[in-house]
Structure formats: C-alpha cells, structure tokens
C-alpha cells in the first residue's frame, strides 16, 4: 500500500519520554512492509491498566 503523506504530517517527531512502567520497542519484521518497521511490542508492569482503539483507516497519519 502506498498513500501520499498529507502536506499537513508533520516533519518529525519529537523524542517521547518515557513512561514508567511501559517498555516499547518496534522491530523490521517484514511482516507487512520491506525495509521498515512492522512490528510495535509493548510490555506492561503488572497492575497497568490500558485502553485502546483499532481502526482500519487508509489515511497515514
């Protein structure tokens, strides 16, 4: 899938700061795409409690 990126995205990103309790990596798989990265793995401490939203959007953000 390749979509053009909105001249509104941002350029970059600024550096998250971390999170006590929460460890994230992402990894090149090669699970969906080739040369980039695929795969978010996200580790909890014990007692986190977490919300999330899945969509099926087409629109890179």
Request: overall charge positive; aromatic content about 6%.
């Amino acid at each position: 899938m390749s979509a053009t990126i909105s001249p509104l995205a941002p350029k970059k990103y600024p550096k998250m700061p971390d999170i006590e309790g929460v460890r994230i990596a992402t990894a090149e798989a090669g699970i969906k795409y080739k040369n980039r990265t695929d795969l978010l793995t996200m580790v909890f401490d014990a007692g986190t409690t977490v919300a999330g939203v899945f969509t099926r959007s087409k629109c890179p953000s």
